[in-house]
């Protein structure tokens, strides 16, 4: 099928569409939330293109989530402009139903998303403008790429973990449930949304957790009777942007049980062990920095931070909203933070399993162009990279702070879009001055 006649037929959902030799202006590269939100701004600019998955739409959000989670936002925020979650706007939807909702995006908007279908390889064509991309059902030509893969494409364990099988040692993209877990206790490593959520699912299910806590945020879930992602947005939060390259702070947030505020004291009164960052494992002895209290520290200042730039905004813009002192009260440091515990005999502690909630890192290996730097990270200017022609999408602060979130990638998506429409425009005059030459 040509560019031409792929256009004119764009705007529906093409069955059975012979994907090899296929000619298309954009090829975007995974349909998760983010090649979902590219791929209506494309069939919104009548740009022809296709997205392509190699499994099902979303299937982040259906196979590679516990089976408890549920989105860390309400519903009436992390949503697409175009359509409204089936659901009270205030609550926190589960994560079937959240895959649910890209299918049903899809389906409103016919966009041309083929699943079933691994890129394996993308490169700069030889003495042609744009570039080809190897599938498994063939090759396509294409003037650009959206890498729309996401930032959870690796699961990463640190080198520190023990290769022992003696024990369950998992990476929390692998946690569905604390059933599958073996008897005995059990240590989470790392204090963002992840590892705090699990540590808790599984010390309510009567097993012993010790959790290991890095440095971090800990946004309230609520304030004064408005939502965090309320805050963000009417503080500027959304809008930040990162000034270093180092590793990204855990984020101790949770739409949990309709939404809770996470302290990790209240975690230690309901039974779970707090320890410091996790430094070895010495054959059966794990050891931990002396950094707790410095890390809890420094989640209360950040904390009290985000209270006096809230509380100062209801005052400078006379909102009645509920004033809520008791929020800055904090627990008194349990004996873990007094006396912290820096090693821990795994046999003495019955320490059966071991939960990582360490992070991901980027998986861009079919991608064989010149837009990376010396350690493999794509290099981008707001999602625009210096390979003309590729685009990322859907990568922590590519934009801000909402770049990696529903909300925020959708708006990402936009910019990316425009930038192509622009790039194509200067596209066709070229190509049109071309045939003009020929023709005379």
């Not at 410091?276 to 794990?286: A, C, E, P, V």
Request: glycine share 8%; net charge negative.
């Amino acid at each position: 099928m040509t560019t031409m006649n792929l256009t004119q037929s764009f705007g529906r959902r093409i069955e059975n569409m012979k994907l090899d030799h296929l000619n298309v202006d954009t090829v975007v590269v995974g349909a998760g939330q983010a090649g979902v939100a590219m791929s209506e701004h494309l069939t919104t600019l009548g740009i022809s293109h296709v997205v392509l998955e190699k499994n099902r739409i979303e299937e982040a959000w259906r196979t590679r989530r516990r089976d408890s989670l549920v989105a860390n936002g309400p519903c009436w925020h992390d949503c697409f402009p175009g359509l409204e979650f089936d659901a009270d706007p205030d609550s926190f939807v589960h994560h079937d139903k959240v895959a649910d909702y890209f299918e049903k995006y899809a389906e409103k908007f016919k966009l041309p998303i083929h699943t079933g279908v691994s890129v394996n390889k993308a490169y700069k064509s030889d003495k042609r403008l744009g570039f080809t991309v190897e599938t498994s059902e063939g090759t396509i030509y294409t003037q650009r790429i959206v890498s729309a893969t996401g930032a959870f494409q690796k699961a990463v364990i640190p080198p520190v973990a023990p290769t022992d099988p003696s024990f369950y040692q998992i990476h929390s993209d692998q946690y569905k449930n604390p059933q599958q877990l073996p008897e005995g206790a059990v240590l989470v490593i790392g204090a963002g949304s992840s590892g705090v959520q699990i540590a808790d699912e599984i010390n309510r299910s009567g097993k012993k957790v010790y959790l290991s806590v890095g440095q971090h945020e800990r946004p309230p879930r609520t304030y004064r009777n408005r939502d965090n992602v309320w805050w963000l947005g009417v503080l500027g939060g959304w809008d930040f942007m990162r000034t270093d390259n180092g590793p990204l702070k855990g984020l101790a947030v949770s739409g949990a049980h309709g939404g809770i505020n996470i302290d990790f004291r209240a975690l230690e009164k309901q039974g779970i062990t707090l320890v410091g960052m996790t430094d070895s494992f010495n054959n059966n002895t794990i050891h931990f920095k002396d950094d707790l209290k410095k890390n809890l520290e420094g989640g209360d200042a950040a904390l009290m931070a985000f209270y006096d730039e809230a509380d100062a905004y209801v005052t400078k813009n006379g909102l009645d909203l509920p004033a809520e002192p008791q929020a800055r009260q904090q627990l008194p440091n349990p004996d873990c933070v007094i006396h912290p515990i820096l090693e821990l005999d795994m046999a003495e502690a019955n320490i059966t399993s071991v939960i990582w909630a360490s992070g991901f890192s980027y998986d861009f290996n079919w991608l064989q162009v010149n837009a990376f730097d010396e350690f493999n990270k794509p290099k981008h200017k707001q999602g625009i990279s210096p390979e003309r022609g590729i685009y990322f999408l859907g990568l922590p602060y590519l934009t801000g702070r909402g770049s990696s979130f529903i909300w925020g990638v959708w708006h990402d998506a936009k910019h990316i879009a425009e930038h192509i429409d622009i790039q194509r425009k200067y596209h066709k005059y070229q190509t049109d001055k071309n045939l003009l030459k020929q023709s005379a």
